[in-house]
């Protein structure tokens, strides 16, 4: 908004629309107004946009203030709109106030007209800033679930202090054998095993979490079968205040197996230099 505040003002009185126009900047408003007297010609002025305030008399002769309210509704929602009237009584105000008019000054009370806009103004800049950073996380949370999804890795999202576990991803509902509303919403020491859920906690559940990632293998218990090798990679986090742990889980079980075939066969062949060194020696 600039320095010049715009105003779309529907008024049939010229007389009632000069005092308000100067009752406004005598209280230091810079204001372009421009004067509407129709349906017609309000519903022109909402379409052309632009205004940063939209003031309305009540009782007009062809058009009554809460269809003109409901029309800004419509055609400008986030302009924040006030009625300043000669007739107006409280059970229609709050009606009024319930449609979604920002506020109401009697013609008579107009010195309170410049209270009720800078409050008017105040309120509709909170709502778009509001609505801005709405929308800042809404788009934020898109990227981080489409992130999230295409992890190669089981993700577990959990909170350091509770364990609980707050977001999964498809992989993990693979891994752990459980759908994802049975992952969500529980702990973390369902699903690990006692001694991988010890190094877990020994990493993030004291007052102080790691500066960095932190590696480590553990096992899993799926829901149903033997425990599962993993590797494990966990990263500690602040997300809204709120001191949090994503993990990374990969399988290894491919891999134990063959480090396990490696050592077999080593021990097999150290068995067998010592038989042939035996046999040589006899």
Same mark, same amino acid.
């Given at each position: 908004m600039?320095?010049?505040? #715009?105003i779309?003002?529907l ?7 000069e005092?308000i126009?100067l009752?406004l900047?005598?209280?230091g ?7 509407v007297?129709? #349906?017609?010609?309000f519903?022109?002025?909402?379409? &052309?946009?632009?205004? /940063?305030?939209i ?11 809460l269809?003109?309210?409901e029309?800004a509704q419509?055609?400008?929602p986030?302009v924040p709109f006030?009625?300043?009237s ?12 319930? #449609? !979604?008019?920002?506020? @109401?000054v009697?013609? /008579? ?11 008017? *103004?105040?309120?509709?800049? $909170?709502?778009?800033?509001l609505?801005k950073?709405?929308?800042a996380?809404i788009q934020?949370e898109?990227? @981080?679930?489409?992130l999230f999804?295409?992890?190669?890795e089981?993700?577990?999202?959990a ?8 977001d ?11 759908? &994802?509303a049975q ?5 973390? $020491? ?10 877990y906690?020994?990493?993030f559940?004291g ?5 960095e990632?932190v590696l480590?293998? !553990? ?7 033997q ?5 494990v ?7 809204y205040? &709120?001191?949090?742990? *994503?993990?990374?889980y990969? /399988?290894?079980?491919?891999?134990k197996?063959?480090e ?7 021990a097999e062949l150290?068995?067998? #230099?010592?038989k042939?060194a035996?046999l040589a !020696?006899?």
């Amino acid at each position: 908004m600039s320095n010049v505040l #715009r105003i779309l003002h529907l008024e049939d009185n010229e007389s009632d629309a000069e005092l308000i126009s100067l009752t406004l900047e005598r209280r230091g408003f810079a204001c372009e107004i421009e004067r509407v007297e129709t #349906r017609d010609a309000f519903a022109a002025g909402l379409e &052309r946009g632009g205004f /940063d305030l939209i003031l309305s008399d009540f009782s007009l002769p062809s058009f009554n203030g809460l269809a003109a309210l409901e029309l800004a509704q419509q055609l400008q929602p986030d302009v924040p709109f006030l009625f300043v009237s000669g007739t107006i009584g409280e059970e229609v105000a709050i009606e009024a106030l319930k #449609r !979604g008019a920002t506020d @109401y000054v009697l013609k /008579d009370r107009l010195p309170r007209l410049a209270s009720a806009v800078n409050r008017a *103004l105040e309120d509709a800049a $909170e709502q778009v800033a509001l609505k801005k950073a709405e929308e800042a996380m809404i788009q934020s949370e898109y990227k @981080y679930r489409n992130l999230f999804e295409c992890l190669s890795e089981a993700a577990l999202l959990a909170d350091s202090v509770s364990g609980r576990v707050l977001d999964t991803n498809r992989q993990a509902e693979i891994l752990f054998g459980r759908p &994802r509303a049975q992952i969500v919403g529980s702990n973390v $020491e369902r699903l690990l095993t006692p001694p991988t859920l010890a190094e877990y906690r020994r990493q993030f559940a004291g007052a102080t979490l790691p500066s960095e990632r932190v590696l480590f293998e !553990g096992e899993i218990a799926p829901y149903e079968g033997q425990p599962i090798s993993v590797s494990v990679s966990a990263t500690p986090i602040t997300l809204y205040g &709120r001191r949090l742990v *994503l993990a990374l889980y990969r /399988d290894i079980t491919d891999r134990k197996k063959a480090e396990a075939e490696i050592q077999r066969l080593h021990a097999e062949l150290a068995q067998n #230099r010592a038989k042939l060194a035996a046999l040589a !020696g006899s």
